[in-house]
């Protein structure tokens, strides 16, 4: 057999692994309870209601939008909504939340405003199966302990819900401990991410390869629509086995009309997205 057909093989062989590799779970589960919305990206914030806090929440529920929210574990265990690790960039202060026991996050403002950072207990109350909730987990070393706080909340709550994470070691517990929540697994593609700084080059080549795939299984990829190009191979690879797929962060009624038909939910701020 000539030398080219045996490197074909080898590489339509690699291209199967591959595929094996980052297979999500199907066939694909029911989410009706998650569609026909689309989702606020940290609420619905602008320059007078922060992301992340009770009055982008509340603002979410008013107009029947669905709500992706971010959350984080305290020293002392109680479960905060926040996206960064630290509260510099929104409350000013360089406070790492996991470090640091509720009473003395709840201390800090965000923005300009005089909401403290609201706890995910909070949240649920305000929302309260009103509409349906992504949940990001935020995972810094502590998956395990997060990711059964959250599960041991939401047993008690009663709305239509899902989670997901970059970190695989998510969606992965619960995988193996609540294989009923729907979970998801966050992605990019590091090449297309124009004007940002890469997080590192090993760990934005994970998160593109979807190599978390292989923990997680997850029901639904999450990616950074705009940056998903021609020839991505990882998502050309499950556009052929069609999971369920999320858009984030769309930033335009222009780039969610296009990504409508391409994604199952999107992910938006700063516009209201036309009905």
Known sequence: MPTFVWILLLLVLMLLLYGLLIRPTLPRRDVSRLTGVDYAHRGLWNAQQPENSMAAF???????????????????????????????????????????????????????????????????????????????????????????????????YDGPWCMESFHPSAPRWFRLHAPDVIRGLLAYDHLFRRGRKPITRVLDLFVFSMLGSCMSRPDFIAYEAVTEGRFNLPMLLLRLMRPHFVAWTIRSQADMDRFRSRYDLQIFEGFIPRR
Do not use: W
Request: hydrophobic share 40%.
């Open 58 to 156: 509340r603002s979410a529920v008013e107009n029947g939008f669905g709500i992706e929210l971010d959350v984080h574990l305290t020293r002392d265990g109680h479960l905060v909504v926040h996206h960064d690790a630290s509260l510099k960039r929104i409350c000013g202060e360089d406070i790492r939340i996991e470090e640091h026991d509720l009473a003395r996050i709840r201390q800090c403002r965000l923005g300009h405003s005089d909401e403290p950072v609201p706890t995910f207990d909070e949240v649920l109350a305000l929302v309260n199966g009103q509409v349906p909730l992504i949940v990001e987990l935020k995972v810094e070393g502590n998956a395990d302990a997060l990711c059964r706080a959250v599960h041991e909340r939401m047993q008690r």
